[in-house]
């Protein structure tokens, strides 16, 4: 039988959440309202933190970023999503695919580096305040800003690259709502081994490295406040930490579940279950774990409010 290189010729075919038709307006429902919910606190979180000066610090600095990325990483997704789940056809060519996919992980990559910089200032407000303005200077935080992007995006690329260059034969079914690595390679019938060697290790360069960033920030973080004598003094010490150790374990818990495992254990729908946890819940969720556990952004909230009254 002669096949034919879908990847070229028609592009690939998004199933989506849910192939029945009974359940594409009511998920298209829901997924409206998360992703503009999701724009719009993040958008509030954005500009509560330029409008008070007293929020012009390291940690915000990060957390604005972060609420910037997770804009853009969730509009790479939803509303192409939402398109499809009131379209009959759900086509997306290669080329709209793997920009999807290179936005995807350059976003989502940005993410993870983001939250380990959160992790890091916080490690140098607790264990060495004295040198905090010294270490977290507006330079040094744009540099790991820039950073971020930098490894990111190179690579996002190196995986579009190794992509590109597959050949698509059979089925052109991608059993999941965007381009996901994983679910696009099951697709070639081309030799996969060598991008399954680059995942396994860029992902564990990538990803493990701001995690494991993370992890040793807050066991040097544990030790410190242990050693504080006040239980006030403790509580003040780990209430600075508790928003940004839910939105780790949030986005961590799901990256980690759909990812470090081979593609021969690669489930759909308990995997798309997992992917819309970091993908859409985690980015919806953040404005409101940051601003209902933060006094300081509660402050800011009301003063953005009582501006806008005015």
């Not at 690329?157 to 996901?180: N, Q, Y």
């Not at 980015?283 to 009582?306: A, E, W």
Request: glycine residues 2%; contains cysteine; aromatic residues 12%.
């Amino acid at each position: 039988m002669e096949t034919k290189n879908y990847s070229s010729e028609s592009g690939f075919v998004l199933l989506g959440i849910s192939s029945s038709p009974q359940l594409q307006k009511p998920l298209f429902a829901i997924f409206l309202i998360m992703y503009l919910v999701t724009v719009v606190g993040n958008v509030l979180i954005i500009l509560v933190i330029q409008s008070d000066s007293r929020l012009h610090t390291p940690m915000y600095f990060f957390l604005s970023n972060l609420s910037f990325t997770d804009i853009c990483f969730t509009t790479v997704i939803v509303p192409n999503m939402l398109a499809n789940l009131l379209s009959e056809t759900k086509v997306i060519s290669f080329v709209g695919c793997l920009i999807q996919m290179y936005f995807f992980m350059a976003f989502a990559n940005t993410d993870s580096y983001l939250l380990a910089s959160m992790a890091i200032d916080r490690l140098v407000a607790i264990c060495n305040p004295f040198h905090y303005e010294r270490v977290m200077n507006p330079r040094r935080c744009l540099l790991m800003l820039l950073g971020s992007c930098t490894i990111s995006h190179l690579h996002s690329l190196l995986r579009v690259l190794l992509m590109s260059r597959l050949s698509f034969c059979a089925s052109h079914v991608i059993k999941h709502f965007f381009c996901d690595t994983q679910p696009v390679l099951k697709l070639s019938c081309s030799d996969t081994s060598s991008n399954q060697i680059v995942v396994m290790t860029e992902t564990l360069a990538v990803i493990t490295t701001p995690f494991l960033c993370i992890l040793f920030s807050y066991l040097r973080i544990i030790i410190t406040v242990l050693r504080i004598p006040s239980a006030a003094g403790k509580w003040k010490a780990f209430s600075t930490c508790g928003s940004h150790l839910t939105v780790v374990a949030l986005f961590y818990g799901s990256v980690i579940y759909v990812y470090f495992r081979p593609l021969s254990m690669y489930s759909v729908v308990k995997d798309r279950v997992a992917t819309v946890m970091y993908t859409v819940v985690t980015p919806m969720l953040n404005p409101f774990i940051y601003s209902l556990r933060n006094k300081d952004m509660k402050r800011g909230l009301i003063k953005l409010r009582d501006r806008i009254h005015s």
